[in-house]
T-cell receptor, first 112, second 112 residues
Framework: KAGVTQTPRYLIKTRGQQVTLSCSPI?????VSWYQQTPGQGLQFLFE???????NKGNFPGRFSGRQFSNSRSEMNVSTLELGDSALYLC???????????FGPGTRLTVL | GENVEQHPSTLSVQEGDSAVIKCTYS??????FPWYKQELGKGPQLIID?????GEKKDQRIAVTLNKTAKHFSLHITETQPEDSAVYFC???????????FGTGTSLTVIP
């Protein structure tokens, strides 16, 4: 069974630009969560989608948004990029709430 | 919300020795506690988990213990090997919400 895949793996953007990251969950998994990982803040929850609906949202500004498609693939978008948005963005999938989450390799975003 | 604290932040052990990482949580509603191993350049990998109806769980050289009264849980790695060197994260979650709260990580180094 293929694992969680994320594209692209690396991304370099400049301040003010916007970016879209993609996540394909494990086949059959309907829940997709996004996390931001930085050395200073650790793993911080962004949002979680299930069957195309956002069920949970972390404490991030509105510049961070996401969506989920009918095939459970998910995208997250960050608009008006700031230097502090440089981080590893991780996607995790699970069958449903409260069950094991499996992470993808992440997308390393660098904002210059 | 939930607050997960993890100690120590760094840990060095000799090959063959045991390693113990401890986490505490604040929300008594949390009932699912996974542990993740993250190697350089990769996403976190689920290595073991425990639910609140169990006090201990073991998988070969890895074990996790949970004390619900004291709200703490621990990861035990016995007979450590160099390939165990990585960053380990604990997390807490409830079955009601699919939001995971992560500890700040422990960088484990196994010295050959």
């Amino acid at each position: 069974k293929a694992g969680v895949t994320q594209t692209p793996r690396y991304l370099i953007k400049t301040r003010g630009q916007q970016v879209t990251l993609s996540c394909s969950p494990i086949s059959g998994h309907r829940s997709v969560s996004w996390y931001q990982q930085t050395p200073g803040q650790g793993l911080q929850f962004l949002f979680e989608y299930f069957s195309e609906t956002q069920r949970n949202k972390g404490n991030f500004p509105g510049r961070f948004s996401g969506r989920q498609f009918s095939n459970s693939r998910s995208e997250m978008n960050v608009s008006t990029l700031e230097l502090g948005d440089s981080a590893l963005y991780l996607c995790a999938s699970s069958l449903d709430v409260g069950l094991e989450q499996f992470f993808g390799p992440g997308t390393r975003l660098t904002v210059l | 919300g939930e607050n997960v604290e993890q100690h120590p932040s760094t840990l060095s052990v000799q090959e063959g020795d045991s390693a113990v990482i401890k986490c505490t949580y604040s929300d008594s509603a949390s009932n699912y506690f996974p542990w993740y191993k993250q190697e350089l350049g990769k996403g976190p990998q689920l290595i073991i988990d425990i639910r609140s109806n169990v006090g201990e769980k073991k998988d070969q050289r890895i074990a996790v213990t949970l004390n619900k009264t004291a709200k703490h849980f621990s990861l035990h790695i016995t007979e450590t090997q160099p390939e165990d060197s990585a960053v380990y994260f604990c997390a807490a979650s409830t079955t009601a919400g699919n939001q995971f709260y992560f500890g700040t990580g422990t960088s484990l180094t196994v010295i050959p």
